[in-house]
């Protein structure tokens, strides 16, 4: 089990709390709203109304200890900013700051934040490709224009093993691991030889658009 902590349990923080929570790890959720932390109570190790904006509050609720501090205070940039300096200067590990906008993301990368969250601009992302490419079943963006990309095996790769396929060399792609969904096994890192069949589902890395390009292929 991991100690996490939420600050801000906003519909962003509240929905991010309870999915840690039931995941089976322990979180700590703070808000200055004595109702959010009331909604958020069930469904979290501790619920506490208290401003994280104060260096003291952060220090005396332990939050060096947590294995990750999510900053989710909604549209007060300053705030956010605020709180995302304390967390660095008191030792956290790690720490993921949701943004207002993108100049925001860069103010709270200045100040301390391990990781950005843009939650809207990632889902509108997510949804359109999902929405162009009905073969992409998931799709994780890693570094500028990189992503892990969970696909159906198009028509083209099926009967083929890796070696003919030549994907790293023909579109600068690697499949890191295959899911035989009728075995229901994770094949990782699946050797040169292997043959895809119509039921695998391929999990890839590589540059989105070079994703796009061998999918359509």
Do not use: W
Not at 64 to 81: I, K, Q
Not at 82 to 89: A, D, Q, R, W
Not at 129 to 138: C, H, Q
């Amino acid at each position: 089990m991991k100690k996490f902590c939420v600050i801000g349990v906003g519909n962003f923080g509240y929905h991010l709390a309870r999915a840690l929570y039931e995941n089976g790890q322990e979180v700590l959720a703070i808000d200055l709203n004595q109702e959010k932390v009331q909604r958020i109570k069930d469904y979290a190790s501790v619920a506490i109304q208290g401003d994280a904006a104060s260096r003291e509050f952060l220090a005396a609720n332990g939050i060096d200890e947590m294995e990750a501090v999510v900053v989710a205070t909604g549209e007060r940039s300053h705030l956010s900013t605020l709180i995302t300096l304390f967390l660095k200067e008191l030792g956290v590990k790690r720490i993921l700051s949701k943004a207002v906008d993108e100049d925001h993301g860069r103010v709270l990368e200045k100040v301390g934040a391990s990781e950005i969250i843009h939650p809207e601009k990632d889902m509108a992302i997510k949804t359109a490709r999902a929405m162009s490419y009905p073969n992409i079943l998931d799709f994780i963006p890693l570094a500028e224009e990189y992503s892990i990309t969970e696909a159906a095996a198009p028509r083209a790769f099926i009967g083929k093993d890796l070696i003919t396929l030549d994907l790293r060399r023909k579109h600068q792609i690697t499949i890191i691991a295959l899911k035989e969904v009728l075995s229901d096994r994770l094949v990782t890192a699946p050797s040169p030889d292997y043959v895809i069949k119509d039921s695998d589902i391929l999990i890839m890395l590589g540059r989105s658009e070079d994703i796009d390009r061998a999918l359509k292929s």
